[in-house]
């Protein structure tokens, strides 16, 4: 390295301990370690400039799948929830309700509780749902989210409605409406003003 190219960047002590820990681990000097990181961060910046909302969107489907489960095809769950019986039913909306809150408290403490980090967990949590985040005009931090399945039960979109449900009670969000129909969900959400 010629010493033109040298620079002194101010990093926090203790992010700098966490690499010097993670080279460590890795058997790999410290030098070599952050220039292996920032190299291979921007050679993939190339490609995908938001790689950071990658990285993050990672760490919040890792969050997500701790919950445990499995990937059940949606044309099958719909067949599985109309044989459930109502206890059973209510059941499974409380967990998904208690499992959703868990993962908005994470989500909130990691990131934030903006309506971007709200439809973000909406997305991985339901892939294939599509999902709109509408601004209310006139009013002030309040926006209409609504998820659309196509060819999906009401039972379905009961139990969407209720992770909605989890979520905003962790991001300390007051849901003012909420229309549940055979595939669609839509939740008017206001935020605590700022």
Do not use: C
């Not at 993939?44 to 990658?54: A, D």
């Not at 039913?89 to 909130?108: D, H, P, V, Y």
């Not at 399945?149 to 449900?165: G, H, K, P």
Request: no cysteine; proline share 5%.
């Amino acid at each position: 390295m010629s010493p033109e190219s040298r620079r002194l960047v101010p990093i926090s002590e203790s992010l700098i301990r966490e690499a010097m820990d993670l080279s460590s681990r890795l058997g790999i000097p410290f030098r070599e370690l952050v220039e292996k990181i920032l190299s291979s961060f921007l050679e993939v910046s190339k490609m995908n400039p938001h790689l950071i909302e990658t990285i993050y969107d990672f760490d919040l489907m890792e969050d997500i799948k701790r919950i445990g489960g499995m990937i059940i095809p949606s044309s099958f769950l719909g067949k599985l929830l109309e044989k459930l019986d109502e206890k059973d039913f209510n059941e499974l909306r409380e967990e998904l309700f208690r499992s959703a809150q868990w993962i908005g408290l994470l989500t909130k403490t990691k990131r934030g509780s903006s309506p971007e980090y709200f439809v973000k967990i909406l997305r991985i949590w339901v892939p294939d749902a599509k999902i709109d985040l509408i601004p209310v005009p006139n009013s002030k931090n309040t926006y209409k989210i609504v998820v659309s399945l196509f060819n999906q039960s009401y039972l379905f979109s009961e139990l969407i409605n209720s992770v909605i449900e989890g979520v905003a009670k962790s991001f300390e969000v007051f849901i003012e409406s909420s229309y549940i129909d055979k595939g669609v969900v839509s939740v008017v959400i206001r935020y605590a003003q700022s």
